[in-house]
Every structure is written in C-alpha cells, then in structure tokens.
C-alpha cells in the first residue's frame, strides 16, 4: 500500500502539518520513533508528578496561532502562566520586564499539546517506528525502519531535528542533504530537581550566563498537582551542554545545582531527588532566513519542516507544520 502523505516525525510540526492534511481531506501516516507525541514539548511523569523537561512554556505572537491557541485554552489544555520572568545580568537577579506577553503552559504538562493535535484530529500515528533508510524510486518513497517494516509513500514531510533528517536523506536527496547538514544544532543538558515544598519568588530565570541559561519553577504552573514538592527545571547554557554532554550525570547536576543556587538566591544544592536529560539537538545554532518549510523538486514531492526553519519555539514549530501541509497537498 503507498500512503497518500507520510510524515517523519511528531513533534509539533510533524503533527500540526498531519492534521492540517486531514482537515483538508487528505490521507496521511506519522512516523514517530519513540512512544511519545510532542517531540521536545515534553513530560515525564515522575513519581507520579507532571514535570516538563523539555520546552519550558510558548507564547503566542501570529494572528493563527493566538487562534489555535484561545482553542487550545478553551479546551482546557493550556492555561496563561505569567507575562515575563526574572533575569540574571551581571550577577544580578532583576525583576520581569513589562511585556505583557502571556506565557502559556498545559496544567498536566507541555505533551498535552501533543496529545491535543493527535487526538482532536484523529492522526493515524504508527509509534516506535525508528526510520533508518530512506529511498526514492519510481517516484515513490520508501521508508524502511529498525524493526524491518517499510512504508512507501508519494509525499514525505521529514520534520526530525536537522542532523538526523540530513543522515536519512543521504542517499536520496543530495540537495536537501546539504541544505540540512547547513543547520547545525545546539545540545542542552535539562536538570530537574525535586524539593520538600518550599516558598519560591519567580516563575522563572532566563539568563545569558556561561553554565545556565534556565532556571523554572515548575511547581508553579500546576501547584495543586504538586501538592507538598517544589520541583526545579534548570537547562545548561549551549556551551556548558557542549562542554558537558558526554559527563557523568552526578557531576554535571553537583555542578549546575551549585550555580542555580549562586543565581537564584535559593538554596538548590540538596535535592531529594533528581534527573538528567540529555537532548542531543535542542535548539538551531543558527536560525535560517526563508520561509517555514521548504520543498524540493525530486521525481517525488519532498518536504523539510520544523521548529529550526521558523524561529526554534513551539509556535515556530506550529507555523512550520502548517506550511509544510500547504506543500503537500499543492504538490
């Protein structure tokens, strides 16, 4: 059977462009290599906690997405959490800025934004598929993954972060190989710590400093879900998670809790418990000028997408899957 639209990936672009399809009538397939939706707007549920270890929160700035998202918030997946954060300049702690931009989160934690565009869509999603070759052949796409299935497809949307996408393509599609091998990707060593419940003053800290670009209170953004824990996300500077990634996890936490502490005016040295993830490709080192998503000419239509072609945030990565739809299904 060859699928009408296959789409690699589903993070927010992958299935923002599936449901797009959909809603247009159109047949399409996700593959997603692991069991969860969402890609890096992700939860991990710890003993029994919501606690989000990925995209920290999203903002809404275009005319589409403020709509989807009033939606989303009118479903009850996601709520306003503040309008700006703490920072740390000059070995300061500041206060927030006055933008009035609404900060949004999901009260059972950012996968819900996953879950919500699967599920609302109805998104046929073949999960822990692992693609490990891809091919292109009588003008149709061959997706072959780990376990030995194979799927085929006349439209491919590939939305894995770039370096992965360019190492599929290699043997396919030459052009879009070097165009992705072009955007490089930033790592990001993502610390959360659990407390005893404790009174914490900001939401969160952003920060330009050499190990600690983040330091967020997760607890604040479902308190009640929380009941007597106080739980800390901190994410390494690119430089520190550059320097760091391959380190053991005891060293790299001693050592951003340490800095956490001097930044914040928090005492985060002695957790009851923690846990490290690693994300390999967190953010575009640099952000490419064009549009959203991009389509290639080949004997079979071939679409790039994802949050690194439109600003490196869930509503870049949003805006991008949409684009993407509209490639497809003009192709």
């Not at 999203?58 to 503040?82: I, Y």
Request: include cysteine.
């Amino acid at each position: 059977m060859i699928q009408a639209n296959i789409v690699l990936g589903a993070g927010i672009s992958g299935l923002t462009a599936a449901a797009t399809l959909r809603h247009g009538g159109h047949e399409v397939l996700v593959l997603e290599k692991s069991r969860g939706l969402g890609g890096r707007a992700a939860t991990r549920r710890w003993d029994q906690l919501p606690v989000d270890h990925g995209a920290q929160f999203f903002t809404a700035r275009s005319d589409p997405f403020r709509a989807q998202t009033a939606a989303w918030k009118e479903l009850g997946f996601c709520h306003e959490w503040c309008r700006g954060f703490h920072r740390y300049r000059d070995g300061a702690l500041l206060p927030p800025e006055a933008d009035h931009h609404p900060r949004y989160v999901c009260r059972r934690g950012m996968s819900a934004l996953g879950s919500a565009l699967a599920e609302a869509n109805g998104i046929t999603i073949e999960r822990q598929s692992k693609v490990t070759r891809i091919l292109c052949q009588d003008r149709v796409w061959t997706l072959t993954c780990e376990d030995g299935k194979s799927f085929r497809t006349h439209r491919l949307i590939v939305t894995s972060p770039p370096p992965q996408g360019a190492d599929l393509l290699a043997g396919a599609a030459p052009e879009a190989t070097a165009f992705l091998r072009g955007m490089a990707m930033d790592p990001c060593l993502a610390l959360a710590a659990q407390f005893p419940r404790r009174s914490i003053p900001w939401h969160g800290i952003q920060s330009g400093d050499a190990m600690i670009s983040w330091i967020g209170h997760d607890t604040s953004k479902r308190p009640d879900l929380h009941h007597d824990r106080t739980i800390i996300v901190v994410h390494a500077s690119p430089a520190f998670s550059r320097a760091h990634y391959g380190e053991p996890e005891e060293k790299i936490c001693e050592a951003l809790l340490v800095r956490a502490s001097e930044m914040s005016g928090e005492d985060l040295r002695e957790p009851e418990s923690i846990f490290l993830q690693r994300w390999r490709y967190a953010m575009p080192v640099h952000l490419p000028e064009g549009p959203p998503a991009l389509s290639f000419d080949l004997p079979a239509p071939l679409i790039l997408a994802g949050e690194s072609f439109a600003g490196g945030k869930i509503e870049g990565a949003w805006l991008s899957g949409r684009a993407a739809s509209s490639l497809s299904s003009s192709a």
